[in-house]
Nanobody
Framework: QVQLVESGGGLVQAGGSLRLSCAAS????????MAWFRQAPGKERELVAS????????YYKGSVKGRFTISRDNAKNTVYLQMNSLKPEDTAVYYC????????????WGQGTQVTVSS
């Protein structure tokens, strides 16, 4: 099993920045891919960004490209999401997720952290 604990959410004005952290513990050697999802009220959960644990190859949702940066620290088993130039439409609960090597799904989820961007 893998446990994921997010931190770093909060309230920020439009144009501001936040950095989310996700610390993984347990059987972290089984993880191949980590990601950040978000879910706004009344909307479906959506993938924001992902990063491969071994190579650091990343993917971004189109609307966050150039504003958000996903990174990982393998020594600390932690993945980060640096969010700059935040917009009110970025308001959501942000979830960290991890995928085991060889699976085609996200096997583990964090509890979520609220990000609120005021206009």
């Amino acid at each position: 099993q893998v446990q994921l604990v997010e931190s770093g959410g909060g309230l920020v004005q439009a144009g501001g920045s936040l950095r989310l952290s996700c610390a993984a513990s347990g059987r972290t050697f089984s993880i191949d891919l980590m990601a950040w999802f978000r879910q706004a009220p009344g909307k479906e959960r959506e993938l924001v960004a992902s990063i491969t644990w071994s190579t650091g190859v990343s993917y971004y949702k189109g609307s966050v490209k150039g504003r958000f940066t996903i990174s990982r620290d393998n020594a600390k088993n932690t993945v980060y999401l640096q969010m700059n130039s935040l917009k009110p439409e970025d308001t959501a609960v942000y979830y960290c997720a991890a995928s085991n090597r060889g699976t085609l799904k996200y096997d583990y989820w964090g509890q979520g952290t609220q990000v609120t961007v005021s206009s």
